[in-house]
């Protein structure tokens, strides 16, 4: 049973400390998208990339936020300095182009204090 | 620029009524169409989707129908279930997107027994 998984599944952190969120996208899927949901904002693509390379990152803060794909199976989100208002439940979803469909991870909750 | 708009919700039914979640859409060239739902606690995953003008989606009683004229994709069931509690979001991938997708404020929906 193929899924994507996110770790960790909970965050609660203080206000200037890094936060590193982690995605493990399906095995063969080469397109990785990072969302955040806000109850005020909704659903926000943040970045996605294709084969490893940032296709589009225009939806991030650039001054404290950053995403890498290391390799093929790990998609990493950093925030430095994080602050109370990226508290928010941040998706990764994976998926092929030629299907449309993103399969989405179970989410990290954040919460910076 | 593409875009989707959602019914506002929050939504309340009660057991076996009928549902429609209204969607429409703004969009360039052929897009694909799509309904998500996210259960509490979890990722958004697909519900249904459509490809070209006419096409019916359908799946666990849910049905949409790309109408192109309309510029619609409204969700449908006719007997809905507590356990359809969910917030339910409506997306357009326009052709040559590379996989993106375009997502609705999402439509919450509560089914009181």
């Known amino acids: 049973d193929a899924r994507v998984t996110q770790t960790p599944r909970h965050k609660v952190t203080e206000m200037g400390q890094e936060v590193t969120m982690r995605c493990q996208p399906i095995?063969?899927?080469?397109?990785v998208f990072w969302y955040r949901q806000t109850m005020m904002q909704g659903l926000e693509l943040l970045a996605y990339?294709?084969?490893?390379?940032?296709?589009?990152d225009s939806g991030m803060p650039k001054d404290r936020f950053s995403a890498e794909m290391p390799d093929a199976t790990l998609a990493t989100l950093k925030i430095q300095p994080s602050e109370p208002r990226d508290s928010a439940v941040y998706f990764c979803?994976?998926?092929?182009?030629?299907?449309?469909?993103?399969?989405f991870g179970p989410g990290t909750r954040l919460t910076v204090l | 620029g593409n875009s989707v708009t959602q019914m506002e919700g929050p939504v309340t039914l009660s057991e076996e009524a009928f549902l429609t979640i209204n969607c429409t859409y703004t969009a360039t060239g052929y897009p694909s169409l799509f309904w998500y739902v996210q259960y509490p606690g979890e990722g958004l995953q697909l519900l249904l989707k459509a490809t070209k003008a006419d096409d019916k989606g359908s799946n666990k009683g849910f049905e949409a129908t790309y109408r192109k004229e309309t510029t619609s994709f409204h969700l449908e069931k006719g007997s809905v279930q507590v356990s359809d509690s969910a917030v339910y979001f409506c997306a357009l991938s326009e052709w040559g997107s590379q996989g993106n997708l375009i997502f609705g404020k999402g439509t919450k929906l509560s089914v009181k027994p």
């Open positions: 095995l063969g899927h080469n397109t």
């Open positions: 990339f294709r084969n490893r390379a940032p296709l589009d």
């Open positions: 979803a994976s998926g092929e182009p030629a299907d449309d469909e993103q399969f």
